[in-house]
């Protein structure tokens, strides 16, 4: 049924269709990358949905690798986006496709690969793959996991089931309190039931490491400039935030804007250009500016991907997209930073945008006219501007360490393979 519904959706969907051609001959290719590690016998295998559950993952394998330089880690992937984003990292040596769930396929994998644990990182639960590991003995566990409130997996009809899949980890590493109440419901392993926090604090504190250093060879960048930044914005956050930044910049002649958009497509861009040049406002689009020049536009569109800490690390204050459309991006690699965090209603996909906002640290806009009076009154005290940058700051600061107390239950638990 799934080889059935993934060939039916391959025809619609292209991301499917990448995923599912990807994947052929899939066996091959493990064994060749198996082959040419030098620890065959050491294999930590991880395995992320997508970019985000992998940079969950990093911050463990970081510390697994550090104390333990003498074995191998490896990642696999189910999407094709976590897949092709992954462009290297010291401490993994090699990354896969999960294959599709089958029991025939699950046996294959872990055979080839004969890993002494696997760790999924947040969710994206097999069964074949579960129940297949727990036979063969291989220690499986779920880091940084959550379970929303509003997950099917709590639906009492299914409490057997999941009790009979779950109880196949070794181990559950919850971000919260609240998720960890969540999977007691039907994980019957309560001392393994380990609330450690979410390892996505250690990954955006160690990605803004250096990154003011890399963002001062960025042609608009010039220390004093204010700049407005627009982070991951999609149409519908457009509609909302372009209009009242306009209204700013001609307000503020020594505001700049930084705007990258979630996709940054032709057509996309040329919509978001047409109101700051009706207004008389220069703008431009950073492949277009000329290797060694400086820019001075007022505007700039972000039309490539892999700068969003650099431009964090040089913005003044910042408003989140996504929350006008399907959830608010990643607030965290703004608020590490020490600017005031803006976003709009649709944020509860993010439990750390929720607590920024009960601590007054971060605002939430429902219109233009908000968005206008916030950013406005931010930018009318100076005092505070700077306090509410500290205190988003400081929110991410105390809640790092996840990493370190994943890897010290993981310690204890396999105290045969981790030495």
């Given amino acids: 049924m799934l080889y059935l519904s993934f060939i039916v959706g391959s025809l619609s969907n292209r991301k499917i269709r990448t995923g599912f051609r990807e994947r052929r001959g899939w066996k091959n290719a493990l064994r060749a990358?198996?082959?040419?590690?030098?620890?065959?016998?050491?294999?930590?295998?991880?395995?992320?949905?997508?970019?985000?559950?992998?940079?969950?993952?990093?911050?463990?394998?970081?510390?697994?690798?550090?104390?333990?330089?003498?074995?191998?880690?490896?990642?696999?992937?189910?999407?094709?986006?976590?897949?092709?984003?992954?462009?290297?990292?010291?401490?993994?040596d090699f990354v896969c496709y999960l294959p599709l769930d089958s029991w025939f396929n699950a046996k294959t994998f872990f055979s080839i690969i004969k890993p002494k644990c696997w760790i999924i990182s947040k969710f994206d639960v097999w069964p074949n793959f579960t129940f297949r590991s727990y036979m063969m003995k291989i220690p499986s566990f779920i880091i940084s996991a959550t379970l929303s409130s509003s997950s099917k997996r709590l639906n009492p009809i299914l409490n057997g089931l999941n009790r009979n899949l779950y109880?196949?980890?070794?181990?559950?590493?919850?971000?919260?309190?609240?998720?960890?109440?969540?999977f007691a419901a039907?994980?019957?392993?309560?001392?393994?039931?380990?609330?450690?926090?979410?390892?996505?604090?250690?990954?955006?504190?160690?990605?803004?490491?250096?990154?003011?250093?890399?963002?001062?060879?960025?042609?608009?960048?010039?220390?004093?400039?204010?700049?407005?930044?627009?982070?991951?914005i999609w149409e519908n956050d457009a509609e909302v935030v372009i209009p009242p930044t306009v209204s700013i910049l001609r307000d503020y002649s020594d505001l700049y804007s930084i705007i990258t958009p979630h996709e940054p497509h032709d057509e996309f861009c040329r919509s978001i250009e047409k109101p700051f040049q009706d207004a008389g406002i220069s703008s431009v689009r950073f492949t277009q500016i000329k290797d060694g020049s400086r820019c001075e536009s007022r505007v700039i569109i972000i039309d490539t991907i892999g700068l969003l800490a650099q431009i964090?690390?040089?913005?003044?204050?910042?408003?989140?997209?996504?929350?006008?459309?399907?959830?608010?991006?990643?607030?965290?690699?703004?608020?590490?930073?020490?600017?005031?965090?803006?976003?709009?209603?649709?944020?509860?996909?993010?439990f750390e945008a929720l607590q920024m906002k009960q601590r007054g640290s971060a605002f939430e806009i429902a219109s233009s006219q908000e968005y206008d009076q916030i950013v406005r009154k931010l930018l009318n005290s100076e005092s505070?501007?700077?306090?509410?940058?500290?205190?988003?700051?400081?929110?991410?600061?105390?809640?790092?360490?996840?990493?370190?107390?994943?890897?010290?239950?993981?310690?204890?638990?396999?105290?045969?393979?981790?030495?």
């Fill in 167 to 182: 109880s196949c980890f070794s181990g559950i590493f919850p971000i919260s309190i609240d998720d960890c109440n969540r």
């Fill in 33 to 92: 990358s198996v082959e040419n590690l030098r620890y065959k016998d050491s294999i930590y295998l991880f395995h992320a949905t997508s970019v985000g559950e992998l940079q969950q993952a990093l911050p463990v394998i970081r510390i697994l690798k550090l104390k333990n330089p003498a074995i191998s880690v490896g990642i696999s992937f189910f999407s094709p986006s976590g897949y092709h984003f992954f462009k290297g990292d010291p401490n993994v």
């Fill in 312 to 350: 964090y690390s040089i913005s003044t204050l910042a408003y989140i997209g996504g929350s006008f459309s399907t959830g608010v991006h990643n607030v965290m690699e703004p608020a590490i930073m020490g600017i005031p965090v803006i976003f709009g209603p649709r944020h509860h996909n993010s």
């Fill in 384 to 419: 505070y501007m700077r306090e509410t940058g500290i205190s988003v700051k400081k929110y991410v600061l105390e809640n790092i360490g996840a990493a370190q107390r994943i890897f010290n239950e993981l310690e204890k638990t396999l105290e045969s393979t981790i030495s």
């Fill in 186 to 232: 039907f994980y019957p392993k309560k001392d393994a039931l380990i609330v450690t926090g979410d390892t996505r604090f250690d990954q955006v504190v160690y990605r803004s490491e250096g990154a003011t250093e890399k963002a001062r060879m960025l042609p608009f960048a010039k220390d004093g400039k204010k700049f407005l930044m627009l982070g991951s």
